[in-house]
């Protein structure tokens, strides 16, 4: 019965945050609340990586961590699509790796 409820639990969290704009700091912080509901390690695991990630970088790995579109991101963070792929090409040359690979299985997340 426990892990039903936990299930349930998760699907609500990431619907809500699918709908969710994060415009300001209060947002973010409620934001990242429901996340580590979905994905209670994510966290620890990216301040247990070698890199210094920004707030904006940060962002974008969790946002991927959803498995959203380009444009659903943008859309969520209040900025348009070229933002949040340039932040995707400054990730990717920080961390070393192409277009070809998956950045989350890159950095094991």
Do not use: C
Request: hydrophobic share 40%.
């Amino acid at each position: 019965m426990k892990k039903s409820s936990n299930t349930e639990e998760r699907l609500k969290a990431k619907k809500e945050l699918l709908q969710l704009k994060i415009l300001t700091d209060t947002d973010w912080s409620y934001f990242k609340d429901k996340f580590e509901v979905i994905h209670p390690d994510f966290f620890k695991l990216l301040k247990s990586l070698d890199f210094k990630f920004t707030k904006s970088e940060e962002r974008f790995l969790i946002l991927k961590k959803l498995n959203l579109e380009t444009k659903d991101m943008a859309q969520i963070i209040g900025i348009s699509n070229d933002s949040v792929l340039k932040t995707q090409y400054r990730l990717r040359k920080k961390v070393g790796v192409d277009k070809t690979v998956d950045i989350l299985k890159f950095l094991s997340l």
